[in-house]
């Protein structure tokens, strides 16, 4: 099989299998042994958080981190992004991360209420997240699986620092997802705190 996946200019040849808690374990572990991470909150979320809780759900094919910070600093928050991507290579387990503020993440918690927030819950909020990519592709046998371009489907993206892209507003299609899961009793609307779990977990 020819596999090649691409995140602007990082790129690999080796497919990444479903995610492991050991994978996550590891990857955690060389993060906090490279950066100081005291200025941000840090989320497992999505699917292999609710694994994680629930080993009788199907396994997702990637592990979504996201680090929480009102004004990180971009230099940082690129490296680091870039990095855990290039871990999630080396443990074949990929990691999906971005970095919101807090209103984003204040917002995909209520999403576990079963309902989206009024515009009311909105006044005075803004929802903000960061990428070190702005096109992911995905080639298997020279097939186009995966194709996302970030510029296409956002309408306010900004370079505020070479290859950390800020975008604004919130995801109708993620919002739908979430949703539908958490109104079928698919997913319990949990996450994994990082900076605070002991990973132990039965999977």
């Known amino acids: ?3 090649y996946a691409s995140w602007d200019n990082i790129s690999t040849n ?8 050991y994978a996550l374990i590891n990857i955690w572990k060389e993060l906090n042994s490279k950066y100081n991470l005291e200025n941000y909150e840090v989320y497992l979320a999505g699917g292999f958080a609710e694994y994680l809780h629930n080993p009788n759900l199907p396994l997702t094919w990637d592990m979504d981190i996201c680090f929480v910070n009102d004004n990180p600093n971009y230099s940082e928050i690129k490296s680091i992004l870039d990095d ?20 984003t993440w204040n917002y995909f918690e209520y999403l576990h209420s079963g309902e989206a927030p009024s515009k ?8 903000i997240s960061y990428f070190n990519w702005t096109k992911f592709t995905k080639i298997i046998d020279g097939v186009v699986e995966i194709d996302n371009d970030l510029t296409k489907t956002h309408t306010y993206i900004k370079e505020v620092y070479d290859g950390l892209y800020k975008v604004e507003g919130c995801w109708e299609e993620l919002e739908k ?3 539908d899961k958490i109104n079928s009793n698919i997913y319990k609307g949990v996450n994994v705190n990082l900076k605070t779990t002991n990973f132990n977990f039965v999977t």
């Open 84 to 103: 855990i991507l290039k871990m999630s290579f080396k443990y074949e387990s990929l990691v999906d991360a971005k970095c919101v503020n807090k209103d």
């Open 1 to 3: 099989m020819e596999f």
């Open 14 to 21: 080796n497919p990444w299998s479903r995610p492991s808690l």
């Open 120 to 127: 009311d819950w909105w006044v005075g909020k803004n929802s």
């Open 177 to 179: 997802k979430v949703l």
